[in-house]
């Protein structure tokens, strides 16, 4: 029979609703049943795409045995960390508090009935190995210390919380002077930690670190900083070599377990997509590489294809396995040395192709129609295996983040299609997530749910500007007000700024975080104050501005002291520091009703484009011609 995860809108929770697992989603009924029958709660927290969630499923909450023994024992949750960023938030960092190790998913966490966490791990297989405990022999264990170590238990809680709250920045004098030099000292660090023949920072496992190479592509635009474009370049051209890139369907994994970016984990996500998408197109500008663009056309390419639903919106992530094996859709059996397990191969660039076609004896041109070729027959044979599992749920953040990605990669190669998809999508998800100017953060047959989170607000905010700039639609104007006055009447920390990761009004958990730092995903507060500032220069609105500072000061801190891992903060920082120049162009006999410094008045009777040259919050007056406008950005008067 199937347990209670049967009615979740998740895939993840859905593969788990047959266990023998007496499991609960999160929610009030699971955490009154712990309080009322003093029993401690198992938490899992994992995710569809995740490999060793599916091994750990497989070997213990498949087996009958084991799941007797977690029924007895414990109330067992199970969580998406996808649908629920801030539990994942807080039971991570409690996990790398109580085990000094760090986390990942499956996440295994074992809690008081007032949902403090008092012992943890990732991954345990069923039987003793690998040096790790087995999970059979440790469900008894951890149930007995919860019953006979109440006092050392509630101590060692108290500590953690009191740990939690110091991870969330003091609050900050909003006189002292905001960090300016941070950028250069995060900068110097990441030319210590880069490789400078692989590309990447640091060793295995590598990651590809997006925001940070869109820091460096900044720092090389604004400042012509070479070395910035170095390290950028030189990441994006290897990567796009190595297996970490599918060189047949286009798109990238989620990370390679080697420094050389050759075999990657085989999961792909679509928020590691749509933030590479942004860098390659970025790159591509900056240097007219035509491998950056064949990446960037090459997740575009996969995006429609694999991850976009019917209705327009995208789904979430594939899977690293298929046929319970990680990787088979994605190796071949070539008569050649093999650098995969079982002896197969996986397709990455070995070789120049210039240095390919000079060996042929052949040119440029027909080694690229050869290779060109033989790519479309192994995708097409490939397209006959059994296809990775797709997580087919919709996200508000990870599509706001392909949404802006695709608009701004629509304006640098200047393709309407992907303009339409990504305006697409953003009308499915007003039209879908966006209820009673509430947003709601997941989607998945027809229902909408889940209180939505910063990232959500942040990310959309941001996609909605990237969407502005490409092609002015007054409902994306509207809506991207709505969103900004959402985000800082439900999430901002009037008394100390910054941006907390859940609402005012969201359910109490044991910790609100404020996040900062990069991850996978950029910090929401980053992205929030990037955002606040470009539409409060659009609008001249002193209160998105005063938020956005507000914010970076929260973080002043962290800034100072501790410059690495937070890019998007760096990037928003430099734009506090040096306002850029913004053009602002707009059609005003089809641009119908405008906000703010857009409504400025312009020649009665103009039909043609209407255009603006800004610095900061003061704008030259309206230009209604091309040399006019050519001047202004010269800085003739």
């Known amino acids: 029979m199937p347990n209670r995860l049967a009615g979740e809108t998740s895939p993840y929770l859905l593969q788990h609703a047959g266990n023998p697992v007496d499991w609960y989603p999160w929610g009030e009924e699971a955490l009154a049943r712990a309080k009322a029958e003093d029993k401690p709660i198992l938490l899992s927290i994992g995710y569809s795409a995740c490999h060793w969630c599916h091994v750990m499923a497989h070997e213990s909450f498949e087996d009958e045995g084991v799941a007797a023994l977690m029924n007895d024992l414990f109330v067992n949750i199970k969580v998406d960390r996808e649908e629920r960023p801030d539990l994942d938030q807080i039971y991570q960092t409690a996990h790398a508090m109580l085990t000094q190790r760090s986390g990942g998913w499956p996440l295994t966490m074992f809690l008081t009935p007032d949902q403090a966490p008092f012992f943890g791990g990732t991954y345990f297989p069923k039987a003793s190995r690998y040096g790790l405990a087995g999970f059979a022999d440790l469900l008894p264990r951890i149930a007995a210390a919860y019953r006979q170590q109440g006092p050392a238990i509630a101590e060692q809680n108290a500590r953690l919380k009191a740990a939690l709250a110091l991870t969330n920045p003091d609050a900050q004098d909003a006189r002292a002077a905001l960090p300016v030099d941070a950028p250069k000292l995060a900068f110097a660090a990441l030319m210590r930690s880069f490789d400078r023949v692989y590309g990447g920072f640091g060793g295995a496992p590598k990651f590809p670190h997006p925001f940070e190479l869109e820091f460096c592509l900044r720092r090389y635009a604004s400042r012509g900083d070479k070395s910035a474009l170095e390290i950028a370049t030189v990441t994006l051209a290897r990567m796009a070599e190595g297996g970490i890139h599918d060189q047949l369907g286009g798109g990238f994994c989620r990370y390679s377990v080697d420094a050389e970016w050759t075999i990657p984990h085989f999961e792909k996500m679509l928020y590691d997509n749509a933030a590479l998408l942004a860098v390659y197109a970025d790159a591509w500008r900056a240097t007219g590489e035509a491998a950056f663009a064949r990446a960037a056309r090459g997740i575009v390419a996969w995006t429609l294809r694999d991850m976009r639903a019917p209705e327009g919106a995208f789904y979430s992530s594939l899977d690293a396995d298929s046929e319970h094996e990680e990787g088979k859709f994605y190796v071949w059996t070539p008569d050649a040395v093999p650098n995969f397990e079982h002896a197969t191969w996986h397709l990455r660039v070995g070789v120049p192709l210039a240095d390919v076609a000079r060996e042929l004896g052949i040119a440029l041109e027909a080694a690229e129609t050869r290779l060109e070729l033989a790519r479309a027959k192994l995708f097409a044979a490939r397209e006959q295996r059994v296809h990775p599992g797709r997580d087919d749920k919709v996200l508000t953040s990870w599509n706001a983040l392909m949404i802006g990605a695709l608009a701004r990669a629509a304006r640098v190669f200047d393709e309407a299609e992907w303009l339409a998809a990504a305006q697409r ?116 609105e002193a209160r998105y501005l005063d938020a956005a500072e507000r914010t970076l000061r929260a973080f002043a801190g962290e800034l100072g002291e501790r410059p690495s891992g937070v890019a998007s903060l760096l990037i928003a920082l430099e734009e506090w520091t040096s306002p850029p120049t913004k053009v602002r162009t707009l059609d005003l006999s089809r641009a119908g009703a405008l906000t703010g410094a857009l409504a400025r008045p312009h020649q009665d009777g103009e039909a043609a484009a209407t255009a603006w040259v800004c610095t900061g919050t003061s704008c030259l007056p309206p230009i209604h011609a091309l040399e006019a406008l050519e001047r202004g950005l010269a800085g003739e008067a």
Request: charged fraction near 20%; avoid cysteine.
């Open 425 to 540: 999508a953003a009308d499915f998800l007003r039209g879908s997530l966006w209820r009673d100017a509430r947003l709601l953060a997941t989607y998945k047959d027809g229902r909408s749910h889940l209180n939505a989170y910063l990232d959500d607000h942040a990310y959309l905010l941001a996609a909605l500007l990237e969407l502005l700039q490409t092609s002015f639609r007054t409902q994306d104007l509207s809506w991207a007000i709505e969103i900004a006055d959402a985000l800082l009447e439900r999430f901002e920390d009037a008394a100390s700024g910054g941006l907390f990761f859940t609402s005012h009004d969201h359910e109490a958990l044991i910790h609100r975080p404020k996040p900062a730092h990069d991850n996978a995903t950029p910090a929401g507060n980053g992205i929030a104050a990037q955002a606040l500032l470009t539409l409060g220069h659009w609008l001249g």
